[in-house]
Each structure stands twice: as C-alpha cells, then as structure tokens.
C-alpha cells in the first residue's frame, strides 16, 4: 500500500494572552508597544511586562509527533482531553500549521472535527449542503448527484429547506457527516463529533466508515468509545500531553492507554479520590479464579471472586454491615450491582481488624471490554456517611469467553451485558379467541 499521511516531527506552540485578546487596534496597539520596547498600554496591572515579548506563557499543543500512514489504513487516536488529538487533526486538515515539522498528504482530504463546521447558520440546510460540500471539494455536479443520497442519510427531509440554525445539534451533525462521508475522499478524518448523535444515528456512522474502510480509503478517527475503535480500526495511536506515546495495534492501543491512565488496585492505599469516614477502609482489590489466582483480565461466563482487602479501625466488635460493587463502562454508565443486603447475606459480626470481603460472581455477564470497578462499605440501613467507597477503584478488561457453551465468542460490540436464552421452533398455529367466561 502506498503511502497517504507523512507526519514528521510536528509541534505546535500557543503563546498565551499574546493577541485576539480585544479589538483589532488594540492588538496593534500592543504589539507596537512590545516591539518598541514598551509596556503593553492594553495588558492587565498583574501582566505588564515591560521590554520583554517572550514573557508571554506558551503551551505546546503537540511536541515532536511522526508517523506514517498507508492507503486503506484505519488509525483510531485516542487521549485524554487535551492530549492534542484535535490539534493534530486540524493540522492534517490544513485549519492550522505546525509551528515546527512538516505534514505530506496524498489525495482528497474530508474532515468532520467539529459540529457545524462549514455551515452558516442562516442558510438552509439545501443550501448548506453545497455550501459544506464545495469547502470540502465537491464540484456542483457532484453534489446534485449525491443530493438525495446525503439528505437520506441524515434524516432531514422534511427539514430541508428551514434555515440550519433551528436545527438542533443531533441534526446538524448528522447533516455535516453526511456530506462528508460522500464525498468519497481518499483520507476521511473525524473527530469526536459522532457523540452528539443518539445510538441510532452513531450506530449508523459507523457502518458507514467500515464500509469506507472496506474500499480501501484511509480514514483517521478520534473517539473515547473503545469498542468504536476496537471494532473499525486497525492501528492505534496514543497522545499524552501532545507527545506520542504509543503506534501499534488498535487493540494493544486501548489496552496501553487503559493501563496508563486509569487507576490500579495496587494504588488504592494512597489514593484520595474517596469519600467516607475511613473507620473500615479498603486498601486493595483482586480479581481470583476458583483455584484462588489472581486475575489480570476476566473471560466472559468466568466464575470470579472479587477481594475487597479492608483494614478496620472501628471500636464496635459488632456491625451491621452493607458491602456492595458496582461495575460501569468508561462513560460511567451503570452496567450492574451486587452486594449483600440483596442477597441477603449478614457481615461484620465480630468484624477482625484486617480482613476481606469478598464476592462471588457467576458466569460473569460482561462482554469483551474494558469496565469500571467501584465498591462502597456503610451501615445496612444508614442514611448517613459511608465507611468507604470509590466509583473508580479499578478497571477490569474482560476478554471473549464461551458465555454461551456453544463454542461461540460473543463479538465485541454487544451491549453492556450478555444474557442467556434458549432458542426453540414452534409451528405456527393460529391463536382461537374463546368468549369470555368459556370453560377450557
């Protein structure tokens, strides 16, 4: 495959407070006096530096960043807020230059970095479509002839003609991709954009790139979902404090970043991100097998116990005690509970000063991902304080399993829960209405 994407040894430099301050003559006014030498007439009491242009804070947005990207690649970048992931798509977009590198593009280059981009609000959204479409390079031909296509799949027909500013965000969005998407560019490049939409629509979208990855175009594309990147992508691309820390496969991707920015068990004894009086405190977690080994990652239908390792500082020998987990996918949606006033179960009687709680959890009921893991420790019945309790305490990776005993991995993206059934034929006979009141 040939190559598309050169990005060699990019930076980008934002002076902080420098100008686009105020009005345009006072910027002058400003940059006058700095050249000159003299105090900025414009700048704050507490940010006059006289004599001195380079006093100025700077923020490096992206350090040193190369890679390369081949035809047909599907790269997933992924980051922490401020990691520069939209930095660096906006100087691959020509919105920006590097303040040091060089950027080398092969082919037709469609963006999609943020909601509304390339639309006036006042126009319609016909209008907008040729409008949007002539930016992104589409001549007037090849907009009419993809017209109904690109209204089709946005779902606006019969908003078509109102002015795009009563539009709500969802709408927009799934206008502007659209027209994007139909461009068929040999380079698609799209930012967290897609989280406006509902389900539908994001389920949507992404049939459409794995459709435009199947042909063969290159497609770079920024996401918190991790199932989104696990299932489209082929590579994997971590930022961090715009410096690149990680190029290699979209799943050892995710699973870097999840081991670098997520918290571990093995730091819960200094951790401060609790809430709770600490009297019993939990100091670790593990996740074991049956045969008591500790787990790294968990398989889906695993049996599982989960250690909540405590250190007790309460003076009461007796306590009536409410332990509970929680799991919850990255986007802090609740997925399940479990803890022992449910089933119930009584704990603390003669509670020893060290110890564990610990839960056993059947056939887990989680698909391939990775989740979150939280616990809470209080008096059963208590309206007040808790002892302890963490919504982040560790994160847990499960991996396919045969949930099912069919032989059978569940795919990755399968909902938040797996569920077990059977499946029977029946042949289909007509249902008799009775009057009512008839005997059987």
């Not at 100025?56 to 990691?83: K, M």
């Not at 280059?109 to 209008?127: D, P």
Request: proline share 4%.
């Amino acid at each position: 495959m040939s190559l598309v994407i050169r990005v060699e040894n990019v930076s980008k430099r934002y002076r902080l407070g420098v100008i686009n301050r105020r009005m345009l003559y006072q910027d002058l006014q400003s940059r006058w006096a700095r050249w000159r030498g003299l105090e900025d007439p414009n700048a704050p009491i507490q940010e006059k530096r006289p004599g001195n242009p380079d006093s100025h804070d700077e923020f490096w947005a992206l350090r040193d960043v190369s890679f390369e990207v081949r035809e047909g690649d599907v790269v997933g970048i992924i980051g922490r807020n401020g990691s520069g992931k939209s930095t660096l798509l906006k100087i691959l977009s020509r919105i920006t230059a590097p303040t040091e590198g060089s950027v080398s593009l092969k082919g037709r280059l469609a963006c999609l970095l943020e909601v509304g981009t390339g639309f006036h609000h006042e126009l319609t959204g016909r209008e907008n479509i040729y409008l949007n479409g002539a930016i992104l390079g589409m001549t007037r031909a090849e907009i009419t002839r993809k017209f109904d296509e690109i209204v089709d799949f946005a779902g606006v027909e019969k908003f078509i003609d109102t002015p795009v500013k009563r539009y709500s965000s969802g709408m927009t969005v799934r206008l502007a991709f659209a027209v994007a998407a139909s461009l068929e560019p040999e380079i698609l490049v799209i930012d967290e954009v897609l989280a406006v939409g509902d389900a539908a629509f994001q389920k949507k979208c992404l049939g459409k790139m794995s459709s435009v990855a199947r042909e063969g175009r290159t497609i770079l594309f920024v996401s918190h979902q991790s199932a989104a990147v696990e299932n489209l992508c082929t590579r994997g691309i971590v930022l961090e404090d715009g410096h690149l820390r990680f190029d290699g496969t979209q799943t050892a991707a995710i699973e870097y970043y999840v081991s670098r920015f997520n918290p571990t068990a093995s730091s819960l004894r200094d951790r401060t991100d609790r809430k709770g009086t600490g009297q019993i405190r939990v100091r670790e977690i593990e996740l074991r097998d049956l045969d008591g080994r500790t787990l790294t990652t968990v398989q889906a239908g695993q049996d599982i116990d989960v250690y909540l390792f405590f250190e007790n500082l309460t003076s009461s020998p007796r306590l009536v005690l409410r332990v509970g987990i929680f799991i919850t996918t990255h986007f802090e949606a609740p997925v399940f509970m479990q803890d022992n006033m449910l089933t119930g179960e009584a704990l603390g009687d003669e509670l020893p000063a060290e110890g564990a709680f610990v839960c056993r959890l059947r056939r887990l009921p989680l698909p391939p991902s990775s989740y979150r893991l939280g616990f809470y420790i209080a008096t059963q019945g208590s309206t007040g304080s808790a002892y302890d309790s963490m919504t982040n305490a560790m994160d847990v990776h499960v991996e396919g399993g045969d949930f099912f005993g069919s032989g059978q991995l569940p795919p990755v993206q399968s909902g938040v829960a797996l569920v077990d059934g059977k499946w029977r034929f029946e042949s289909a006979k007509p249902l008799v209405a009775k009057p009512v009141g008839s005997l059987p």
